[in-house]
């Protein structure tokens, strides 16, 4: 089975600070989702890529799938306050009948101090 | 456009009990997905619906069952609830058509099970 795993696990930065975001799989990607999580409330989406060597920015935030795909980064510059909270990648996984289901990550807990 | 919605947002159980939690996908969205998602760690897959009909299940107990409505809202029931069974429920919305679907997840119902 496949299986993500996230680096690092929680990370504390100062304000204005950039930081990346890996996660890498165990098997080819077929579809990788970022989705950014406050604490204890649902996942909002924030980025899909499905190409190798794909990137796609919104914002600050830009995320990258690697030529091989198996690895993608999510990289925020310049970090602010609002950018706090958990990270997700999830995979699009095939199941019987053609259709996908998303496996995820244990997610990156993200902490930006003023 | 209402994105998708979850109910009730929060809920305590006590152990032996069932419960029901229920999902509106986002208008035009024929598929639902559920998630439950424990404390520390990435949602994990539970079903999936398109159409009324069942297209996958996650490694969960009989105990988890699910059905999709005409008008392709949806239920999840879980019966003998055991302290295990706190999480984050997650539903998920997508089209329902293929490989690329992206998916738009609700704001979650918390169960808490004492």
């Known amino acids: 089975s496949q299986e993500l795993e996230q680096s690092p696990q929680s990370l504390i930065v100062q304000e204005g600070k950039n930081l990346t975001i890996n996660c890498t799989s165990s098997?080819?990607?077929?579809?990788l989702y970022w989705y950014k999580q406050k604490y204890g409330e649902g996942l909002i989406f924030l980025m899909m890529?499905?190409?190798?060597?794909e990137e796609k920015s919104h914002e600050k935030i830009t995320a990258k799938l690697d030529e091989k795909k198996q690895q993608s980064s999510l990289h925020i510059t310049a970090s602010q306050p609002s950018h706090a909270g958990i990270y997700l990648c999830?995979?699009?996984?095939?199941?019987?009948?053609?259709?996908?289901?998303?496996?995820f990550g244990a997610g990156t807990r993200l902490a930006v101090h003023p | 456009d209402a994105g998708v919605t979850q109910s009730p947002t929060h809920l305590i159980k006590t152990r032996g009990q069932h419960v029901t939690l229920r999902c509106s996908p986002i208008?035009?969205?024929?598929?639902v997905s559920w998630y439950q998602q424990v404390l520390g760690q990435g949602p994990q897959f539970i079903f999936q619906?398109?159409?009324?009909?069942?297209?996958g299940r996650g490694n969960f107990p009989d105990r988890f069952s699910a059905r999709q409505f005409p008008n392709y809202s949806s239920e999840l029931n879980v019966n003998a609830l055991l302290l295990g069974d706190s999480a984050l429920y997650l539903c998920?919305?997508?089209?329902?058509?293929?490989?690329?679907?992206?998916?738009?997840f609700g704001s979650g119902t918390r169960l808490t099970v004492v």
């Open positions: 999830g995979a699009g996984v095939m199941f019987s009948g053609g259709y996908n289901k998303l496996i």
């Open positions: 619906y398109y159409e009324k009909e069942e297209r």
């Open positions: 098997k080819t990607l077929y579809g």
């Open positions: 998920a919305s997508s089209s329902g058509t293929g490989r690329d679907d992206g998916y738009t």
């Open positions: 890529l499905q190409k190798g060597g």
């Open positions: 208008s035009g969205h024929k598929s």
